[in-house]
């Protein structure tokens, strides 16, 4: 275990028979169907990676780069585009990865801007529901784990741009951050 984490909350192999119940579902649930599975860089580019492979199912990748700006930890509810998706989705069946839902402006704005575009239609994948921290009604789809109001890192999740290659989910040591 890294230095830095207090303990570990998810293991790899928990995560990874986790991941492999959610795409189960998701290949029932789009069969006969070719969906666009996007990715929200950075955080989810582990999780993303992991589950396109379970996925048995044709599926057509792309990816949106979003930060949330204004004052705070907390998402500001205003969301600037970085990177925007490479092709049209109309009349596309759309699944957005996310690594973690926590105030619930990030895919809330996100699903605005997707379904202005006139998708057939939009879902919600997500690796972590920190749920209790819910500002805006939206609820993920698919979600992996439930998580209580702890931060966390590794399996993309990063604090400072670090610890996003560790292969399971920890918590980060209150030192760190607090420092
Ligand atoms: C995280 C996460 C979501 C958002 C969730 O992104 O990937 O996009 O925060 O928070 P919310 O539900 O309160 O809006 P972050 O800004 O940390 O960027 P990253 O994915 O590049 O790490």
Request: proline share 3%; charged share 30%.
């Amino acid at each position: 275990m890294h230095h830095d984490c207090e303990r570990i909350l998810l293991t790899q192999e928990q995560i990874e028979n986790r991941v492999q119940e959610i795409a189960d579902r998701l290949n029932a649930d789009y069969a006969g169907k070719t969906p666009l599975v996007v990715g929200i860089l950075k955080g989810s580019i582990v999780f993303y990676g992991d589950l396109i492979r379970k996925l048995d199912i044709p599926v057509e990748l792309d990816f949106m780069a979003v930060s949330s700006y204004g004052s705070g930890t907390v998402s500001s509810g205003m969301l600037k585009m970085k990177k925007d998706l490479d092709r049209d989705i109309k009349g596309r069946d759309v699944i957005i990865v996310e690594d973690i839902i926590d105030s619930g402006y990030t895919l809330a704005k996100l699903k605005k801007i997707l379904y202005e575009r006139q998708p057939a239609s939009v879902k919600i994948v997500v690796l972590l529901d920190k749920f209790e921290r819910r500002v805006v009604a939206i609820e993920p789809d698919y979600s992996c784990f439930d998580i209580e109001d702890e931060f966390v890192i590794g399996y993309g999740l990063d604090y400072d741009e670090k610890y996003r290659n560790l292969p399971y989910i920890g918590i980060l040591k209150p030192e760190v951050y607090s420092k």
